[in-house]
C-alpha cells in the first residue's frame, strides 16, 4: 500500500481528467472504496462505474462532505454554481481545482473563506499517465495537504509549484496549452513529409516519433536544448539548412509571442470567471 492509504477522495464532476486520475490512482495502490464521485450525468455515470471501482453518486452525501481532499473537476463555467450545492467544508478538508482559470482566492471566497485551497494546472498527456501539472496554494494550506496535492496530480505525471498564483497563467500558457503547440509542428512535419512523397503511415510514424524520442533524449542527457540541436546541427549540412529557414522566418518569435498571447489570455479568464455577477 502507498502512502496514500487511508486517503479519503471526493470528485466533483467525473469527466476525463477526472477519470485519468482516479485511473492512475488506482494503479498506484489507491483503494477504489476509498473514492467517491459526484457526477450528474448519467451516461457518464454510468461509464464511470463500468470502468472503476469506485463509488459514483448523482449527488454530494456524507461520504464527499468527508472526503480528506475534494477535486474539484467540473467545467469551470459551472464551479460557482456547484459549490454553492456543497456544505461548508470542514476545517481540514483540501479543496484541489483542477478547473482552469479559476483562481484559488475566489474558491475560497465562493467557500465563505475556507483557507485549504490548492489550484492545479494539469495537461492533457496526463490522459496518458505522461502530464506536468503546476501546483499553488493558498497560505492557510499546511505541508501536510501540499504533499496530499501532490500526491493526487503525480498519478498522472509531473508536478512543479510556484508560490505566486499569477504564475499559473505562464505554466497555462506553456504546458497546458502547450500540446496543441506540439501537435501543431507534427502536424507540419507530417504534411510535408507526405508531399516529399513519403506515404501517410510512414510520415505520422516519422513525427510522432521524431518528437516523443527528442522529448526523451532530452530528459535524459540534461544539456542545454542549444547544445542538443548543435549536435545534430553539422556545419554545412542538412539540418543546419533546415534552421536556417527556420530563423530567417522567425518561428521562435512566433511560438513566444503565441505563448505571450496564451498567457494573456489566461489572465482574462481568470478575471472573467472570479467576478461577482
Not at 462505474?49 to 475534494?70: I, R, S
Request: proline share 5%; aromatic share 6%.
Amino acid at each position: 500500500m502507498t502512502q496514500m492509504a487511508g486517503m479519503k477522495l471526493g470528485f466533483l464532476g467525473g469527466g476525463n481528467m477526472a477519470a485519468a486520475l482516479m485511473g492512475g490512482l488506482l494503479q498506484k495502490g489507491f483503494r477504489g472504496e476509498d473514492i467517491v464521485v459526484v457526477e450528474l450525468d448519467a451516461g457518464r455515470r454510468a461509464w464511470l462505474q463500468a470502468n472503476f471501482p469506485v463509488q459514483v453518486l448523482e449527488h454530494d452525501g456524507p461520504l464527499v462532505e468527508a472526503a480528506d481532499v475534494l477535486v474539484l473537476a467540473v467545467k469551470p463555467q459551472q464551479l460557482r454554481a456547484a459549490l454553492a450545492t456543497l456544505p461548508t467544508p470542514y476545517p481540514g478538508q483540501l479543496m484541489l481545482s483542477i478547473a482552469a482559470g479559476v483562481r484559488a482566492r475566489d474558491i475560497s471566497r465562493w467557500l465563505s473563506g475556507h483557507p485549504a485551497v490548492v489550484r492545479a494546472m494539469p495537461n492533457t498527456p496526463a490522459l496518458v499517465g505522461a502530464g506536468i501539472t503546476g501546483l499553488y496554494a493558498l497560505p492557510g494550506v499546511i505541508p501536510a495537504q501540499r504533499e496530499q496535492a501532490s500526491r493526487v496530480m503525480e498519478a498522472v505525471g509531473g508536478v512543479v509549484w510556484v508560490e505566486d498564483e499569477a504564475q499559473l497563467d505562464a505554466i497555462t500558457a506553456v504546458s497546458g496549452s502547450g500540446p496543441a503547440y506540439v501537435f501543431y509542428f507534427i502536424e507540419a512535419l507530417e504534411e510535408v513529409a507526405m508531399e516529399l512523397g513519403l506515404p501517410p503511415e510512414t510520415a505520422r510514424m516519422l513525427a510522432l516519433h521524431t518528437f516523443f524520442g527528442a522529448a526523451a533524449l532530452a530528459i535524459k542527457d540534461k544539456a542545454s536544448m542549444a547544445e542538443l540541436r548543435g549536435r545534430v546541427t553539422s556545419k554545412g549540412g542538412t539540418t543546419e539548412r533546415g534552421i536556417q529557414v527556420l530563423e530567417h522566418r522567425q518561428v521562435k518569435l512566433a511560438l513566444a509571442e503565441a505563448v505571450r498571447a496564451a498567457a494573456a489570455r489566461s489572465r482574462e479568464l481568470g478575471d472573467l470567471l472570479g467576478r461577482d455577477a
